[in-house]
C-alpha cells in the first residue's frame, strides 16, 4: 500500500518561503519510487474546499500551476525519486491551510489536474500558517 507523508509546514511571516516535501513509501517494499506516479499538491484552508495549486506528471517534464499561486510555487521531484517537493515562494495570508500531496499510478505524459477524486493516495497533510 502506498503512502505518502508530508513534511516541511511552519508558521512563516507574509512574503517569506517554505519547501514542502511528500516522501512516498509502500509498506512492505524496498526501493519504491514515485516514478510512475503523476502528483498534485492541494491545501484546504478552514471552512473552504480543498483545492488544487500544483500538479506533475510521472516524468516532472508537465507541470501545471493554479492561477493564485503561478510565479510563486514550484512543484518538483528529488533525485532519490521518491521524493516530491513542493517550493512556496513569497507567501501570503491567503495561502494559510493544510497542504496535502497526492499520487495516481499514471504512466503517461499528462498531468491529472486539480480534482481531487482523480487521485488514489493522500497523505495526511502538513500545515502552513502565514502570518505577521
Known amino acids: 500500500q502506498l503512502r505518502l507523508a508530508e513534511s516541511g509546514g511552519g508558521l512563516v511571516q507574509p512574503g517569506g518561503s517554505l519547501r514542502l516535501s511528500c516522501t512516498a513509501s509502500?509498506?512492505?517494499?524496498?526501493?519504491?519510487?514515485?516514478?510512475?506516479?503523476?502528483i498534485g499538491w492541494f491545501r484546504q484552508a478552514p471552512g473552504k474546499e480543498r483545492e488544487g495549486v500544483a500538479c506533475?506528471?510521472?516524468?516532472?517534464?508537465?507541470?501545471d500551476y493554479a492561477d493564485s499561486v503561478k510565479g510563486r510555487f514550484t512543484i518538483s521531484r528529488g533525485n532519490d525519486k521518491n521524493t516530491v517537493y513542493l517550493q512556496v515562494n513569497n507567501l501570503k495570508p491567503e495561502d494559510t491551510g493544510v497542504y496535502y500531496c497526492?499520487?495516481?499510478?499514471?504512466?503517461?505524459?499528462?498531468?491529472?489536474?486539480?480534482?481531487?477524486?482523480?487521485?488514489?493516495?493522500w497523505g495526511q497533510g502538513t500545515q502552513v500558517t502565514v502570518s505577521s
Open positions: 497526492a499520487a495516481r499510478f499514471s504512466p503517461a505524459e499528462i498531468v491529472l489536474g486539480f480534482v481531487p477524486d482523480i487521485y488514489d493516495h
Open positions: 509502500e509498506f512492505g517494499a524496498v526501493g519504491f519510487t514515485l516514478e510512475h506516479y503523476a
Open positions: 506533475m506528471s510521472s516524468s516532472g517534464a508537465t507541470t
